[in-house]
């Protein structure tokens, strides 16, 4: 209506415009004047009809009559401006500008677009079975049970699968994984939990009441950091994060804008945590914030180091001295390939060290079903282990988890088989072990062969891969290569990895994004793709990285 308003009005002083095409247009005025009835009941003409036939308007006057008659746009509530400045502030390079980047690139690979490469491969993220690493048959076969229990009569599922199945649909409501379970977690998936801890600590003890599940391990460190932060100004909880670190850990304290304390591990001794280093970064701390949390990583992400009995024993000195709260973010528990090397838990060494720490030291350690040698990491199952509450934050912490009802019930389902896998004597045992050796030797066989060839690329230096599932390899970048990534606004190895991906379609992180030490470059890769494709791969590096030296040598 507002819209043939205005080409009317238009028409009627429009220049050079007909006497009869002028009294059309004043008397369709009158009419939308007087209610419109009569117009109304026709549909709208492009054109206004005169004696001599249809007035033709001009692209320009109905663009100018639409424009007159619009109504203002509203203004957006939720903006970069007005949004929560925290939120804003959190960055996740594993998932960041150098991957929207690769999936623009496999559009147009899909499109025929031509490249120098024929596939986008995604080094980036420890997805195994992204992959190719194929799943352990005992842990689908539980979850399918208790997801289709009609299978419970088949025959074609072993019966020890089958009688873990019907114990965990045993304690969800109505025996249905569809079911809430309590906001902890499924009562008899804790117990197997704590009954895994102490089988793994030699029997130290472990009490299902401490232990969380929860959707992946990230969920209980940003619950456990969540309940931590508290203060203002000088009195801000500071979170001691090992640099370089994962990146969850700075994005979950930007998010709760707590301050980000960095520690140095230290890369000439193969990224081995040295508490001198603790305790110069806590003491630097003091004087803007209060730092009352340690996290460590063990082993290593990115960095893959595995910390020696000794280190742990001293960080537990050190956080009991500094009265620290620890997380011990343990999800690559599973994963040691260096025969040097062996993973203990702080909870173990914890209770070791004697009662004045064992009774004392706060720790939450996390695990789950993503990485190790399960690599289900789309199922977003895990759980932490919180020891020497205070019994009145226990209430609170409980309250916390209760706000977002449970975690996943089959991701929960999945945890269990982690902790409570077939055992010697029973019908699956054989072929569990099979799988879960094969995925671990191939991982520690890829891991020396990256280490290996890394270390034959002139400008390339990489620490020996001692668990995880990453190298943290160290990068020389030219002077002049410095300056063009300063012209593009860009930190180095982040030029340098958007180039390597641009060059050989290859997605790997830039050290920038996880932290390092001012003037070091480094970029972080995943050692999960099939060995074939890794050689190639790692040929690929070589070949661009020999050729980004000479371009700007």
């Known amino acids: 209506m507002h819209r043939i308003s205005g080409l009317a009005r238009e028409a009627a002083i429009r220049p050079g415009c007909k006497n009869d095409q002028r009294e059309a247009a004043v008397r369709l005025l009158a009419s939308l004047v007087s209610g419109g009835k009569e117009h109304r009941r026709q549909k709208p003409p492009g054109d206004l009809l005169g004696k001599e036939g249809p007035v033709r308007w001009s692209s320009a006057a109905k663009a100018s009559a639409v424009k007159i008659h619009e109504k203002p746009t509203r203004e957006k509530i939720l903006t970069l401006e007005s949004m929560n400045p925290q939120v804003k502030a959190v960055e996740y390079a594993v998932r960041g500008p150098i991957v929207l980047k690769a999936g623009e690139i496999e559009k147009e690979l899909r499109k025929g677009i031509k490249k120098p490469f024929t596939e986008v491969i995604k080094a980036n993220i420890g997805d195994a079975h992204a992959m190719g690493q ?26 020890d699968s089958k009688a873990r199945a019907r114990r965990i649909l045993r304690d969800c409501g109505g025996n249905s994984l569809g079911s809430y379970s309590a906001s902890q977690g499924v009562t008899c998936i804790r117990e197997d939990v704590a009954a895994y801890i102490e089988r793994r600590d030699g029997g130290v003890p472990a009490d299902p009441d401490n232990i969380y599940l929860t959707t992946g391990a990230s969920d209980g460190i940003a619950t456990i950091l969540k309940i931590l932060v508290s203060g203002g100004g000088r009195s801000r909880t500071g979170v001691m994060i090992p640099i370089p670190q994962y990146p969850l850990y700075s994005a979950a304290i930007s998010e709760l804008d707590a301050i980000q304390v960095n520690y140095y591990l230290d890369e000439e001794n193969c990224w081995a945590l040295d508490v001198n280093e603790l305790r110069r970064s806590l003491n630097e701390a003091k004087a803007y914030c209060n730092p009352k949390v340690l996290c460590i990583i063990n082993p290593g992400n990115p960095t893959g180091q595995v910390q020696s009995r000794k280190c742990i024993e001293d960080v537990i000195h050190f956080a009991w001295e500094e009265k620290l709260f620890l997380l011990a973010d343990e999800v690559y528990q599973d994963n040691v390939y260096s025969e040097r090397c062996q993973f203990n838990s702080f909870k173990k060494i914890l209770y070791e060290m004697g009662p004045d720490y064992s009774n004392n030291v706060e720790l939450a350690s996390f695990h789950s079903t993503s990485k190790g040698y399960m690599g289900e990491c789309g199922y977003r199952g895990g759980y932490m282990e919180v020891i020497n509450l205070h019994p009145d934050i226990k209430g609170q912490l409980v309250k916390l988890l209760s706000v977002r009802l449970c975690p996943p019930v089959s991701g929960q389902a999945a ?15 054989a072929q569990f072990i099979k799988e879960k050796e094969s995925v671990l030797n191939n991982l520690a066989k890829k891991a020396k062969l990256t280490e290996d060839m890394f270390n034959q690329v002139p400008g390339i230096h990489c620490n020996p891969l001692q668990g995880a599932m990453y190298a943290f390899p160290r990068i020389f970048i030219p002077s002049k290569a410095l300056e063009t990534a300063k012209n593009h606004k860009m930190a180095p190895d982040m030029f340098y990895c958007m180039k390597l991906l641009e060059e050989t379609g290859i997605c790997v992180v830039p050290g920038s994004g996880f932290g390092q030490r001012e003037g070091t470059y480094h970029f972080r890769m995943t050692i999960l793709p099939p060995v074939e494709k890794l050689k190639i791969l790692l040929e690929k590096v070589k070949a661009f990285h020999i050729k980004f030296l000479e371009e700007y040598s």
């Open 415 to 429: 945890m269990d088989i982690v902790v409570n896998p077939p055992m010697p004597g029973e019908e699956s045992y």
């Open 134 to 159: 194929q799943p352990i048959t005992f842990l689908r076969q539980v979850v399918a049970l208790c997801t289709y229990p009609n299978l419970l009569d088949s025959p074609s599922f072993p019966e």
